[in-house]
C-alpha cells in the first residue's frame, strides 16, 4: 500500500534526498572548520522528504540527519557537547516534523478539494487566459459527452454554440481584465451528439496566474420551461395562435412604428357567423372546432399575404370568444378590402363535418386602416374595426366592411 503511495514525483525527492544525504555527509568528514555549518545543510533533504512524505517520513529524515551528522562528527573526531547533540537533534526532528505537518495539511485540502471537484454535479473548470481549458471535472463529460483529453486539446469557444461564440469571447476578455469580481452570464454548449445545452455561469479571473475558475450549472431544462411558459402566456390554448396580450403588444408597436415611420397599415376585426347556434346546435365540441378552423385558415392566409413589414409583422390572434384579430402592417384600404375578401372566401370554402351533416362556417370582417396622418389609440382602431365588423354582421354577415374616416 505504502509503495502506491509513492507516485513518482515522490520517488524522485526521495532519491534526491538520499543523494543529498550522502553528499553532506562526505563533505562533513572532509571539511574540518567549517564542519558545524556543513551540518545543518541537513535540513535540505529533511524539507523534502517532508514535503514528499509528510510529518512521519519528515520525522524519520530528521532523525537520519541527526544520525549522520553525529556520525560524521565522530568520524572527523569533532565531538560535541551534550548539549549540542540535543540542540541539534531538536532543530532537525522539529524541521522534518513541522514542514511534514504543513505538507499533510496541504494535500489534505488538496484531497478534499479534489473530492468536490470529481463528486460535483455542477460543471466545475480552470480555463487560461489563452482561451483552452487548463482542467475539467467529470460533469463536463457527463453532460457534453467530451472526454477530458478532447476538451483540454480545443479552445473553449469551438464547443460554444455559434450563436454565443461572439459574446463568449466579450464575456472570457471581460473576465480576464476585471478586478477579480464574480461574472454570471448564460451561454449555449453543444454536446457531442450536437444537441443544445443551456449554461449558467459563474466565473472569476485570476489575473497573476493567468487562469479563469469557474462553475457552470445546466439550465437547458428550465430554459425549456421558461420557454413553454412564455409561449403559454402569450398564445390561446385552444387555437394556438396569439391571444389578446400579446397582439396588444403587437399593434402598439405597430402604431409607434406607424407615428415615427409614417407607414401604416390595417386593423381586421373578423368575427364567426352564427357561433351561439353552433354552440346549441351541434355542441361545445363543435363550436371549439369551429373556432380552431377558422384560427388555421387566417393564420395560413396571412402568411400567404406578402404584408410583413418593418414594424411589428403581420399578426393574427384571438381576441376572445369567437373575435379574432388581423395586423396588416404598410397596407392601404384597397389592400387591406382585398385581404379580408380573400380570407372571408377561405373560410366560406372550409366547411365542417359533423356526426355526418356538412357544417359551412362564415366570418363577418371589420377593417380599420392607420397611417401617420391618422393613426389613434390602440383601443379607438379596436372599437372602429369593431363598428364596421357589426355593420357586416348586421346585413346578414360573410363580408367585410371598412371603416370610414370621415
Given at each position: 500500500?505504502?509503495a ?102 496541504l ?12 463528486l ?40 460554444v ?8 469571447g ?5 473576465i ?23 449554461l ?62 409614417g ?17 346549441d ?95 389613434p389609440?390602440a ?10 365588423m ?17
Open positions: 500500500m505504502f502506491r503511495l509513492i507516485d513518482g514525483r515522490r520517488r524522485e525527492a526521495i532519491a534526491a534526498s538520499a543523494g543529498l544525504f550522502v553528499a553532506i555527509f562526505v563533505l562533513r568528514t572532509t571539511v574540518g572548520t567549517l564542519a558545524d555549518a556543513i551540518s545543518f545543510l541537513y535540513v535540505i533533504p529533511v524539507v523534502i522528504v517532508a514535503i514528499a512524505l509528510g510529518m512521519r517520513a519528515g520525522t524519520v529524515a530528521g532523525a537520519v540527519a541527526f544520525g549522520l551528522s553525529s556520525a560524521s562528527a565522530l568520524i572527523a573526531d569533532q565531538p560535541t557537547s551534550t548539549l549540542g547533540y540535543f540542540n541539534r537533534a531538536m532543530v532537525f526532528l522539529f524541521i522534518g516534523a513541522l514542514v511534514g505537518r504543513f505538507a499533510d495539511e494535500r489534505s485540502l488538496e484531497a478534499e478539494s479534489n473530492r468536490f471537484f470529481d460535483s454535479r455542477d460543471m466545475i473548470c480552470i480555463a487560461g487566459f489563452d482561451g483552452y481549458f487548463k482542467r475539467v471535472n467529470p460533469a463536463f463529460e457527463q453532460t457534453l459527452g467530451y472526454g477530458s483529453r478532447e476538451l483540454l486539446g480545443r479552445p473553449f469557444t469551438e464547443f454554440h455559434p450563436d454565443d461564440r461572439i459574446s463568449t466579450e464575456e472570457a476578455g471581460a480576464a481584465g476585471g478586478g477579480g469580481g464574480t461574472v454570471q452570464f448564460q451561454n449555449r454548449y453543444l454536446d457531442k451528439d450536437g444537441d443544445v445545452h443551456w449558467e455561469w459563474a466565473s472569476v479571473g485570476i489575473p497573476g496566474e493567468d487562469v479563469i475558475y469557474a462553475v457552470a450549472r445546466d439550465i437547458t431544462d428550465r430554459k425549456v420551461l421558461e420557454q413553454e411558459l412564455e409561449l403559454l402566456s402569450r398564445s390561446d390554448p385552444l387555437t394556438g395562435i396569439f391571444n389578446r396580450r400579446r397582439f396588444d403588444e403587437a399593434l402598439e408597436a405597430q402604431l409607434a412604428y406607424a407615428r415615427r415611420y407607414r401604416g397599415g390595417a386593423l381586421l376585426i373578423a368575427d364567426l357567423d352564427r357561433f351561439k347556434q353552433i354552440n346546435e351541434f355542441g361545445h365540441a363543435a363550436g371549439d372546432e369551429a373556432l380552431r378552423t377558422v384560427a388555421r385558415v387566417l393564420a395560413a392566409n396571412l402568411r400567404q399575404t406578402d404584408t410583413l413589414g418593418r414594424g411589428a409583422g403581420g399578426q393574427v390572434a384571438r381576441l376572445g370568444g369567437d373575435e379574432f384579430a388581423l395586423l396588416l402592417p404598410e397596407v392601404d384600404a384597397a389592400a387591406a378590402e382585398a385581404v379580408a375578401s380573400r380570407l372571408v372566401a377561405a373560410i366560406a370554402s372550409e366547411p365542417l363535418e359533423i356526426d355526418g351533416r356538412e357544417l359551412k362556417l362564415g366570418v363577418s370582417v371589420g377593417i380599420a386602416v392607420f397611417d401617420e396622418d391618422g393613426c389609440l383601443k379607438d382602431l379596436l372599437a372602429a374595426a369593431d363598428r364596421a357589426y355593420v357586416v354582421k348586421a346585413a346578414g354577415g360573410g363580408g367585410a366592411s371598412i371603416e370610414s374616416r370621415s
